[in-house]
């Protein structure tokens, strides 16, 4: 039994050798040395503080286009889809009964006029006879009211002149505002009227609005942020499309409700920006403009000017469950984990409000090859500017 008992106590022996010996190598630097890291200094850097919030894109305005009188459509004289201006001709109804009419009113207007003019000619025959031995007051009584009566009648054509007229104007239908017109309800042929519906519909482009609600906590950080640089007018608005682009045009924001939505304790803001046309792709081809009426996008709320603050690359931010953290080389050429608190934020650029110092190493580069404490051999970081990997963003 002994002799069986020595040779494994022997195997045991041997394998807690190759136990401490791999844990040895893994622990012991590379064959080249400490993991070589990119690093920058945290200093205080010029950033162009920005919020982000979902919007949605609304025209500013958006007008049916309704028959106001009630007649057959004889001619659509625009494309569907394309970009109308205020005052072109869109629809054209049938317009010879109300020229009927209106001729008839003219009628009506001329027969009036003579007849006043026959009456003014009775009244002052009858004023002049007043004071011979043949003139009567009564006579002059009866003409005076006689020529008042036809002067209202005279109004009354007039009047009915003109709303003619109006009915007339009407068989004609011309864009009230510039904008894009929707496709045609009805056809060429059919009776339209008041109570037809719309014919179609015109909706502005170019500025537009962007709505977006603003959790009143956050609204209010915002007004002391930039109380002294303006209030609101210290700001820009710029939008990110739903296709991940940025969209270059800046807008301002030009409305704050006066009420918070109880069912959302937020505020709503809204921007007007501009949407000028892409260029075309053909010569002729239709108006096409990057923003539309309901589109959902990101809105960027951003400072005038940038302001200095403590800051880091973005890249150099790592996250956990248990928040966001970064590397730090100390004196000895150590990687230590630090936790850090982040402010606001650039493209390239994030703020932090706690965790570093003023001249602290933070690690950059080969982010990958660093563990807590391990050592490692520090260096300038790669010039230019920095791709976040995926998952490795910070979060908030």
Do not use: C
């Not at 009354?156 to 239908?173: F, H, P, V, W």
């Not at 007018?233 to 800046?250: M, Q, R, T």
């Not at 309901?294 to 690359?313: D, H, M, R, W, Y």
Request: charged share 20%; proline share 8%; glycine share 8%.
């Amino acid at each position: 039994m002994k002799s069986l008992s020595r040779p494994r106590a022997v195997l045991a022996g041997s394998l807690l050798a190759l136990l401490a010996a791999t844990a040895a190598r893994a622990q012991a630097p590379g064959p080249g040395g400490p993991p070589a890291v990119g690093v920058v200094r945290v200093e205080q850097r010029p950033i162009t503080e920005t919020s982000e919030f979902v919007g949605r894109v609304q025209s500013i305005q958006h007008v049916d286009l309704v028959a106001r009188v009630t007649a057959f459509l004889d001619e659509r004289l625009f494309t569907e889809g394309g970009e109308v201006h205020q005052g072109d001709l869109l629809y054209r109804l049938e317009r010879g009964p109300f020229e009927a009419d209106f001729a008839a009113k003219q009628a009506q207007v001329a027969q009036q006029a003579a007849l006043l003019t026959n009456a003014n000619i009775t009244l002052q025959r009858a004023q002049t006879l007043l004071n011979t031995v043949a003139g009567q007051r009564s006579t002059v009584d009866d003409a005076q009211a006689q020529q008042r009566s036809i002067a209202a009648q005279l109004q009354n054509a007039q009047a009915q002149l003109r709303t003619s007229q109006i009915n007339l104007d009407y068989t004609e239908i011309r864009a009230p505002v510039d904008g894009k017109i929707t496709r045609s309800n009805v056809t060429i042929g059919n009776v339209v009227g008041p109570t037809s519906g719309a014919l179609a519909a015109i909706v502005s482009q170019d500025p537009m609005w962007v709505t977006f609600p603003v959790p009143v906590r956050t609204v209010e950080e915002l007004a002391r942020r930039y109380e002294t640089r303006g209030g609101m007018a210290g700001v820009v608005i710029k939008l990110i499309l739903p296709d991940g682009s940025s969209f270059a045009p800046e807008g301002k924001i030009d409305y704050v409700a006066p009420s918070v939505a109880q069912s959302t304790d937020t505020l709503l803001l809204r921007g007007v920006i501009a949407n000028p046309v892409r260029p075309a792709a053909h010569a002729g081809d239709p108006a096409d403009r990057p923003l539309y009426d309901n589109e959902f996008v990101t809105v960027q709320v951003q400072g005038v000017a940038p302001v200095n603050l403590l800051s880091i690359p973005r890249v150099a931010v790592l996250s956990d469950q248990q928040g966001n953290y970064v590397f730090v080389v100390d004196d000895q050429n150590k990687a230590q984990q630090r936790r850090v608190t982040l402010g606001q934020s650039s493209a390239t650029l994030v703020a932090v409000t706690s965790g570093l110092k003023l001249g602290e190493m933070v690690v950059v580069d080969g982010l990958q090859r660093v563990r807590p404490g391990q050592p490692v051999s520090p260096g300038p970081a790669t010039p230019g500017p920095q791709v976040p990997r995926p998952g490795a963003g910070p979060k908030g």
